[in-house]
């Protein structure tokens, strides 16, 4: 089968964007529950979402202050910023409307759909008395088209590009939770000790990761075990280790396959010399930074080897 | 009932369906008792399955308007058009000697030009068009074949002949409607097959796929075709979608391939370069290729033109074909039929006025209020002023462009279009329709049964352009004694 270099092109960043979409609208629901449970006062600040979104710059640009009403609004009704789930929607709806030939035929009017959703519902979603039930639904829809796609895909390489992009983006948001849970509040926690083990949970679900982690570890939450479970726990499917087996996966069968999975073998490596007991949380913040940079590679690597590139 | 069939009559004019006196044409009987046993709820409840089976399908076209680019669905009518195969036979004979000649003349420009030497079209209009494109002399396409797709538009007079109206030769577009309009049909209308044979039209792209495959410069079981598209919000970006699906075919933009230092065209793809061997482009010469051509056009593909030359790939249609798509030399084409096949033409052309002949100047600029005028390269329905519906300023307006340039105008009498019963609001109405064949050019000749009928939508208008509001019908051809 042939498959154009622009094709596999856009659905690795349809696949990508959709991700990306319920990753946030996950995370910002998470983060949701999180600040009504906590007394008034020591909440933690509203920009954490901003920082594990890298969206320190796009709110800048927009806002002077940072409220819960910014923050939102900028990740749930900004159609302009790279980081906001309407963003993310429209880009993926812009990709799947030239590859429509490669997709089941439902996929474009589902991923129609939720683009219409979006429009119609998320400016009147920021308040806090319909902001989860928007969110629950856009996770849902994105798992529909996720489900769709698994179900109903050929195993050729349209469903790997698209699997490539999936698993891509999951790594990567699994380990910005995990860094800011990490490195930042924790560090300057003095005033947020108390709180400790209940933002963990919340970065546990904002990965869908709760129940999983229960079964597999416990019902205590605790940093070391959260960071081992995210990077390391191989059978769920949204842990760091799965979604890089995953990549190796598909990349294997790829012809030219040879300077990617060079990296993904690097990132193997690095995962399995990770020994969470046994490092600092500084140790930890420059493992993670070095990891999303490992991950930018591949996705260079990808991009410079099937991609549309320009003539030998 | 619903309004409008009692009482249906065509004074003056040609209707497809319904004779002058009112009562069904034979080939139209079945059909029409139907149809008029149907209540009105149940013809409204019809055409809204037909709208809804147009959403489902995904069928559109793209409109450019000031706010950007608007999928609009594709505008149908439930009231099929029905033509008898006897009927048929000739028109589509007609059709198919308008397209050998029309190559052998393109053939005969891009070579030694014996049609210009013998004086039988004057050289300037040919040579000076912009449409004559001087790289492509001395090229000799496989078959003599340079035109490959023609769709031509035909209308019927008040006594109901059909008129060739125009070639379209350069990328024309609407097949895909054509096939998707059988498709609607079907699933709306399914009693009214049950007592008709109907020619099928859905093998298009399987004839188009041979047609382009007979092109390839190398000997392969399953040759790669490719449709070009300048992308997604070009108006015909559906169709492209369609045609590149139905033949199993990559749909690919400029971007995607490219010509090597071998002087072949390869795609990128993930498993690396894949040579290509014929292009079906749906982009016009101009933006082909920036290095033979406009140098600004960024939908193109750079040296494309040079791996053509060289024979490392086919094109269709074939860069250079637009030479016979022109409005000025349409009117010599009955000349060509005699020139090149010496034959009679089988089907008329309408009789043209050129205004660069200080004649027929004459003559058009005293009648502009009975005559349609047409600018030389305009296509979509642009730049028409139908006589008879203008105001004397769009007169006074038309004669001055056409002092100012005579080469680019033509002018036509007004033809009574022909008219179908068509499903208006809430009555069935006449309305005029035009139709486009489509013609496949190969080693052999092929007209689609039937083709793409578009209807005025406007009471009264002439104007059947989907750009402009144009509808369309599903076209029969049918089998049997009639």
């Known amino acids: 089968m042939t498959m154009l270099s622009s094709v596999a092109e856009r659905l690795y960043w349809m696949s990508r964007y959709l991700e990306r979409a319920e990753d946030t609208a996950r995370l910002v629901g998470a983060y949701n529950h999180l600040i009504m449970d906590i007394p008034r006062g020591s909440e933690p600040a509203w920009d954490i979402m901003i920082r594990i979104l890298d969206a320190v710059r796009a709110f800048e640009d927009r806002y002077r202050v940072v409220s819960e009403q910014n923050v939102i609004r900028l990740l749930i009704a900004d159609t302009t910023a790279p980081c906001s789930i309407p963003f993310a929607i429209a880009s993926a709806r812009e990709n799947v409307r030239t590859t429509r030939d490669v997709l089941p035929e439902e996929a474009w009017e589902l991923v129609n759909e939720l683009h219409l959703y979006v429009g119609e519902a998320a400016k009147s979603s920021v308040g806090r008395r319909n902001r989860h039930p928007f969110l629950a639904e856009v996770i849902a829809r994105c798992q529909m088209i996720n489900g769709l796609l698994l179900s109903t895909l050929s195993r050729d390489h349209a469903y790997r590009f698209i699997k490539l ?7 990567d948001m699994g380990t910005r939770v995990v860094d800011v849970g990490a490195g930042d509040i924790l560090d300057r ?9 209940l933002l963990w949970s919340v970065l546990l679900q904002a990965l869908s990761a709760s129940s999983a982690y229960r079964r597999e570890v416990g019902p205590i939450v605790e940093a070391n075990d959260v960071v081992n479970f995210v990077f390391t726990q191989g059978n769920f499917p949204r842990s760091v280790k799965f979604c890089v087996a995953g990549i190796r996966e598909e990349l294997t069968p790829l012809s030219n396959h040879e300077p990617a999975l060079r990296v993904i073998n690097r990132i193997r490596r690095r995962l399995k010399g990770l020994s969470v007991e046994e490092i600092t949380r500084e140790e930890l913040h420059i493992f993670i930074d070095d990891f999303q940079l490992q991950l930018n590679a591949l996705h260079q690597s990808i991009a410079d080897t099937w991609f549309r590139i320009d003539a030998p | 009932m619903t309004k409008g069939w009692k009482g249906y009559q065509a004074v003056d004019l040609f209707d497809e369906l319904i004779t002058a006196k009112g009562g069904a044409r034979t080939a139209a009987r079945q059909a029409l008792r139907l149809l008029q046993g149907l209540p009105e709820e149940e013809m409204i409840a019809r055409r809204r399955s037909a709208d809804l089976a147009i959403r489902e399908m995904g069928i559109s076209f793209t409109v450019y308007t000031e706010g950007g680019n608007i999928d609009r669905a594709w505008p149908f009518d439930i009231i099929p058009r029905i033509i008898t195969a006897r009927e048929w036979s000739q028109v589509s004979l007609g ?13 005969d420009i891009y070579n030694q030009q014996r049609i210009l030497a013998d004086g039988v079209v004057p050289a300037e209009i040919v040579l000076d068009s912009p449409n004559f494109k001087a790289p492509c002399m001395g090229m000799s396409p496989r078959y003599g074949v340079w035109a490959h797709i023609c769709g031509s538009d035909l209308v019927r007079d008040q006594s109901g002949r059909f008129f060739v109206l125009e070639d379209n030769l350069r990328v024309p577009s609407g097949v895909s409607y054509m096939v998707e309009n059988r498709e609607i049909t079907k699933r709306v209308l399914p009693e009214l097959f049950e007592n008709y044979s109907i020619l099928p039209v859905d093998d298009y792209p399987l004839r188009l796929y041979e047609t382009l495959a007979q092109l390839s410069p190398r000997t392969r079981r399953r040759p790669t075709v490719v449709v070009l598209t300048p992308g997604i919000y070009n108006s015909a970006y559906f169709e492209h979608a369609f045609l590149a699906q139905g033949m199993g075919a990559e749909l690919v933009e400029g971007p995607d391939l490219f010509v090597d230092t071998d002087d072949c065209v390869y795609m990128r793809t993930v498993d690396g370069p894949e040579r290509v061997d014929v292009v079906y482009r749906r982009i016009d010469e101009e933006f082909m290729d920036p290095e033979a051509f406009r140098a600004d056009s960024v939908l193109g593909v750079p040296g494309l033109m040079r791996a053509w030359k060289q024979g490392n790939v086919a094109i269709a249609n074939a860069p250079g074909s637009g030479v016979a798509d022109d409005k000025v030399i349409y009117a010599f084409v009955p000349e060509m039929i005699r020139y090149y096949l010496n034959e009679k033409p089988l089907v008329n052309s309408v009789p043209t006025y050129l205004c660069m002949r200080e004649k027929d100047r004459d003559y058009v600029l005293g009648n502009l209020d009975k005559l349609v005028v047409k600018p030389a390269n305009e296509s979509g329905g642009y730049g028409i002023m139908v006589g008879p519906h203008s105001t004397r300023a769009t007169h006074r307006e038309f004669a001055r462009l056409i002092e100012k340039d005579p080469r680019n105008y033509i002018a036509q009498p007004t033809l009574s279009l022909s008219t179908a019963p068509t499903y208006v609001d809430t009555s069935v109405e006449p309305r005029h329709l035009d139709l486009r064949p489509f013609i496949l050019q190969g080693k ?32 029969w051809i049918v089998e049997g004694k009639s």
């Open chain 2, 444 to 475: 052999d000749c092929w007209v689609t049964p039937g083709g793409l009928t578009r209807v005025a939508m406007k009471k009264g208008s002439l104007v059947v352009n989907s750009s402009q509001g144009g509808g369309s019908k599903d076209t």
């Open chain 1, 189 to 197: 926690a003095g005033s947020h000790a108390a709180i400790e083990p």
């Open chain 1, 165 to 171: 992009g999936r698993l891509l983006e999951c790594a």
């Open chain 2, 95 to 107: 059709l198919q000697q308008r397209s050998r000649a029309l190559n052998c003349f393109i053939d």
